[in-house]
């Protein structure tokens, strides 16, 4: 199973896809404007304290405050408190907490109010994004991700990921960790760690204490609700936690993000710099690889199962409902409790690919073609268990209902990716009416005029319809040449298929699109420019 991950830069941000097998199976796109990204950390100020929800709204500059519940205030948190004191006092004047004493742990059971007061700022992590009309929802256990470790500051815990079910490897990992750890530092050891030797999980660990120093940097000199910390990219990210031995290729499209990128993978995994590749067709990337394409047909309404079948997918503010047809395959099989066992197991993997592919959390509840056997009803959850394994973020799967319902609940800490796949006409531009196609040529030839005589432009090129190409282009004495017999200038004629028959557009020599006054208002300076000759 090969894997690519894909990295289309744009002037709104970074479109991210990870393919399967050429399969779409991952899809992101990592906004420029976005400041508030799961694992940011903000110098933040209690605004107000909830006794009835046990918990505190907090600003971190997001236009609604952010949510902190009691039971994710961490364990370390009045070390982080006498910790976030003592550096903005300048009292304490290095990263390091060799010398730090450590707080007891905070009380399992308490009360936000008695911890919590309004005014007080505090060193907060988001770990959920602002999601509708909900803003983000912090912690106080602050943890620093790494490739194959992460870093928790004021305790002194190992643990091991439970994927890692060796014990001889658990405690291998466990002994490296303990002899090159900081001290007040606790660490998780990632799944990705087994077998890796003690120079690449200190090279791992040395790049998460760089970043606590700059955290404690920051700090110093921090105001309310500044970032102090921010976490990587989307797209470094997915390279962190990602990047394994199945990847066959890294493909950017811009050569800033391709040094970028390679001086992450310098650090991270410098075996690995080969695969990175920087994509210079004259093709947009995502074209050329079919991506456009897979996005068109996977985020609408209705999706195709391969192999038959389709889905509906509708969407609601905390529900994901995901119906289940047979589609013309009710109508190959005679028996009909066969049939809907066969596309139920081929609509399963689709769902749990739509699923990472949406990126969609909280509840999902899947309508399965109705069947009669529990052994059936059995094999297709056993499929949906089976398939959902590849899925990084936690979720729960109840069992499938009498009625062919199962519900699904996955973990949400962004907002549902969503692609608009329908188009406005590119003729009437939504309205269902078009201008007479008989004036567009006069339309034109005012522009052109406009653009030559008035605002004496040179080396002009016109993009148009196929039709409306032959129709300047063609005889033999076109119409091409008759504007350079009477204008002196020559103006290339280039046909645009995305265009409508009513449409253009015109470009100056350095191939930046002209912005072109209205037809009205182009006759009326010609008619002003007649009067003031007629003078």
């Known amino acids: ?46 605004k107000k304290v909830m006794p009835g929800l046990n918990a505190a709204f907090i600003d971190i500059g997001y236009e609604k405050d952010a949510f902190l519940h009691y039971g994710d205030l961490g364990e370390q948190f009045p070390s982080l408190s006498k910790w976030v004191r003592g550096v903005q006092s300048q009292k304490i004047t290095v990263g390091a907490l060799k010398t730090f004493g450590l707080e007891g742990p905070l009380d399992k059971v308490g009360k936000a109010a008695d911890i919590l007061k309004k005014g007080q700022q505090i060193v907060v992590q988001i770990v959920k994004e602002p999601i509708s009309t909900k803003g983000p929802r912090l912690s106080t256990d602050i943890s620093m991700a790494g490739r194959y470790l992460v870093l928790v500051p004021f305790s002194n815990t190992i643990s091991v990921s439970k994927k890692i079910v060796s014990k001889t490897e ?35 660990m040395q790049s ?9 940097t920051a700090l110093r000199t921090a105001k309310p609700n500044d970032k102090v910390l921010g976490e990587l990219g989307r797209t470094s990210s ?54 456009e394409k897979q996005l068109k047909t996977l985020f ?25 047809n047979s589609g013309n395959k009710s109508n190959q099989e005679s028996d009909q409790e066969a049939t809907a066992l066969m596309v139920n197991m081929l ?16 509840i999902i509840v899947v309508d399965f073609i109705d069947m009669k056997s529990a052994e059936s009803r059995k094999k297709v959850e056993d499929a949906v268990h089976s398939i959902m394994k590849l899925d ?56 052109i005029e406009d653009l030559l005589v008035t605002q004496n432009q040179a080396g002009i090129t016109l993009y148009v319809h196929p039709f409306l190409h032959a129709y300047y282009t063609k005889g033999l004495v076109s119409k091409q040449m008759k504007w350079y017999l009477k204008y002196y200038k020559w103006i290339k004629v280039v046909k645009d298929t995305s265009l409508g028959l009513t449409d253009y557009r015109i470009e100056d020599e350095q191939g930046e699109e002209i912005e072109l006054h209205s037809a009205a208002a182009a006759m009326a300076r010609l008619q002003d420019r007649e009067i003031e000759i007629t003078d």
Request: net charge negative.
């Open 1 to 46: 199973m090969s894997n690519e991950l894909i990295i289309n830069s744009t002037q709104e941000g970074e479109r991210i896809a990870l393919l399967q097998d050429k399969r779409l199976i991952e899809y992101h796109f990592d906004r420029n404007d976005t400041n508030y990204s799961v694992g940011d950390i903000f110098l933040g100020t209690v």
């Open 170 to 204: 658990r405690e291998r990992l466990k002994r490296l960790i303990a002899s090159i750890k900081p001290d007040n530092f606790g660490v998780i050891i990632r799944t990705v760690a087994e077998g890796r030797e003690v120079a690449e999980l200190d090279r791992d």
């Open 208 to 216: 998460m204490t760089s970043k606590w120093d700059q955290l404690f």
């Open 238 to 291: 997915m390279l962190r936690d990602m990047l394994n031995e199945s990847f066959d290729a890294i493909t950017v499209d811009t050569p800033a993000r391709y040094e970028e990128m390679r001086g992450y993978l310098e650090q991270i995994a410098p075996d690995k710099i080969g695969l990175l590749k920087h994509y210079t067709g004259k093709v947009k990337v995502f074209e050329h690889l079919g991506i």
């Open 300 to 324: 609408g309404k209705t999706v195709t199962v391969p192999g038959g079948g389709y889905l509906v997918i509708e969407h609601t503010e905390a529900l994901h409902v995901i119906d289940v």
């Open 347 to 362: 609509a399963a993997k689709e769902v749990a690919r739509q699923l990472r592919l949406r990126d969609m959390g909280g």
């Open 392 to 447: 990084k973020a936690r979720y729960t799967i109840l069992p499938i209902t009498k009625f062919g319902l199962l519900q699904i609940t996955r973990q949400r800490v962004r907002p549902a990716e969503n692609i608009v796949t329908g188009e406005a006409c590119p003729t009437c531009g939504g309205t269902g009416k078009i201008s007479a196609s008989i004036q567009v040529t006069d339309e034109i030839d005012n522009s």
